[in-house]
């Protein structure tokens, strides 16, 4: 009995060890294809990744290429082609700083405002550059949006005080919204970077009329005549001053 006990518990021990190595190698398997799958798959991964890089240099360089087409276009005088190559090339990529520049360029130069107002709100928000700023402006204030053009202008004039046509600009803008001081000080502001500019002293001896500051006026025209003794507008607007003058002096006291 014990010698059948014997043989039973070495058959069993058999068969246990046969299990244990068919269980082993089938994990083994499992553990190798599925190793296999996983590589597969980050190959595949990385195949889209380059598939989309490769795409993306290829929409870049369409891009650019079309970007050159327009410039190309427009010193050939054909304006109308270039809009399309240049909206072509937003088409496939709406963040091209060059080519929002150089079409909103063209639309401000043929009087589409609106148009010209949206890319440079685009390229100012992008790129914070001031002078995007300047141009948004100026499109703004040739729709007559003068409150919207004020931030714009006043924005480039923060991001760079030193140019003293943005705050002539931004003088106009206040001007416009009947704001006579603040576009005195903005006039003046231009007068400190360029104290000879003979159209800076003539946009401010004229607010300073316009706002009835006639002594002021002429003291400035003086400075303009002490550079430009025979500038005629200046001359006109100095008769005009002297004519302003002498009405506000005549006029009858208030009972």
Same mark, same amino acid.
């Given at each position: ?27 083994? $398997?499992?553990?190798? %294809?599925?190793?296999? *799958? +996983?590589? #597969? /798959?980050?190959?595949? =991964?990385?195949?889209?990744?380059? &598939? ?53 360029? $063209?639309?401000?130069? %043929?009087?589409?405002? *609106? +148009?010209? #107002? /949206?890319?440079?709100? =685009?390229?100012?928000?992008?790129? &914070? ?127």
């Amino acid at each position: 009995m014990w010698t059948y006990l014997a043989i039973l518990f070495s058959f069993l021990l058999l068969v246990a060890v046969f299990v244990h190595r068919i269980m082993s190698n089938k994990r083994a $398997l499992i553990q190798e %294809k599925s190793r296999a *799958g +996983a590589k #597969a /798959a980050m190959e595949a =991964q990385e195949s889209e990744e380059e &598939k989309k890089v490769r795409l993306s240099r290829e929409q870049k360089d369409q891009v650019e290429s079309l970007c050159r087409r327009g410039e190309s276009l427009i010193n050939s005088g054909k304006d109308e082609e270039a809009v399309k190559c240049f909206v072509q090339a937003l088409s496939i990529n709406s963040q091209h700083p060059e080519t929002q520049q150089r079409l909103a360029l $063209l639309y401000l130069q %043929k009087q589409m405002y *609106g +148009a010209a #107002a /949206a890319l440079f709100q =685009q390229l100012a928000q992008q790129t &914070k550059d001031p002078i995007h700023y300047s141009h948004w402006g100026l499109a703004l204030y040739q729709q007559s949006d003068f409150e919207n053009a004020k931030t714009a202008y006043q924005t480039a004039v923060d991001l760079d005080p030193s140019r003293p046509q943005r705050f002539i600009s931004l003088s106009q803008v206040y001007k416009a919204l009947g704001q006579l001081s603040n576009a005195i000080i903005a006039t003046n502001k231009a007068i400190e970077i360029d104290e000879k500019n003979i159209e800076f002293l003539y946009q401010l001896a004229d607010l300073q009329a316009e706002a009835g500051n006639y002594l002021e006026a002429k003291e400035t025209l003086k400075k303009l005549f002490e550079t430009d003794a025979t500038n005629r507008a200046a001359k006109t607007l100095l008769k005009e001053i002297t004519r302003l003058e002498i009405s506000a002096q005549n006029l009858p006291e208030q009972q």
